[in-house]
């Protein structure tokens, strides 16, 4: 019976330390997902200044709403977002749909065309409405069709955070995103990337990305939002602030929003 019960002792202490250990030292696929889906709330509410910032640091400066929501069962985002100013830019509406294992559907409507194109949607590359944010960018990019490797751990403005290089699986995904590699610095508590780094195919330097005043959006689900976000593309010495205000989560917002035809409503 002793011995029984030293046996079991041993099992339970063995288990019970090896959890405690992968808690501790999550693999780097888990740190990764877990980042991807930091911020996936259940709906949201938004408004946001985009700043435009050219090497001379002259600004132009765009005010929008945005909804976002996502579909059913999943952890597939729908994302609206609708500039209200100014004048040349008034009335253009995005809409971006994950799918996850097939294409997304990237919607753009042109109020001065009053039409509405659809985008490719292997071609992540393209510039997010005349930003230095990608539409790869801000749909975020599939865990899956990367390889991650774990560089280092060191703070970032005193958060620690896990520093996570990431390379395309193929070379299709490659050429969709128009990255050869991406860096990140993960900050533990939040899992939110507080700085990026993304290099173009040539292995050079192109995008250096921040995200600050992070806020936890929705408590009893652990989701956090940055309330600031950077990219600065530095081949172009160019850079795109957005702040996010009034952000609310869980708001109770419709699908009816999240169509390409919704797109032509006022």
């Known amino acids: 019976m002793k011995s029984s019960l030293v046996s079991t002792f041993a099992l339970v202490s063995l288990t019970l330390g090896s959890s405690l250990a992968t808690a501790a030292n999550p693999s780097v696929e888990d740190i990764v997902q877990k980042s991807f889906i930091a911020g996936k709330v259940a709906d949201s509410v938004s408004d946001s200044t985009f700043r435009l910032i050219n090497g001379n ?120 995103t128009g990255y050869s590699k991406r860096i990140g610095w993960i900050e533990k508590e939040s899992k939110v990337a507080l700085r990026g780094e993304s290099y173009d195919l040539n292995n050079q330097l192109l995008k250096k990305f921040k995200a600050d005043k992070i806020e936890k959006v929705d408590p009893a689900n652990d989701k956090w939002q940055p309330m600031v976000i950077e990219a600065e593309n530095v081949q172009t010495n160019h850079k795109t602030i957005i702040e996010f205000k009034n952000y609310k989560a869980n708001q109770g917002v419709s699908d009816e929003l999240f169509t390409s035809r919704s797109l032509e409503k006022q």
């Open 57 to 176: 640091g002259q600004e132009r400066v765009r005010e929008t709403k945005g909804q976002s929501k996502l579909i059913k069962g999943t952890l597939d985002n729908m994302r609206l977002v609708t500039f209200l100013s100014p004048s040349d830019v008034k009335g253009t509406k995005t809409l971006l749909i994950e799918h996850t294992g097939q294409d997304d559907d990237m919607w753009v409507y042109l109020p001065a065309l009053k039409k509405v194109r659809r985008l490719v949607s292997s071609n992540k590359k393209d510039s997010f409405v005349g930003t230095d944010f990608s539409y790869g960018d801000v749909i975020g990019h599939r865990v899956e069709e990367w390889t991650h490797k774990l560089l280092r751990e060191e703070k970032v403005d005193g958060k620690d955070t896990w520093v996570i290089e990431s390379t395309p699986k193929t070379k299709e995904v490659g050429e969709n």
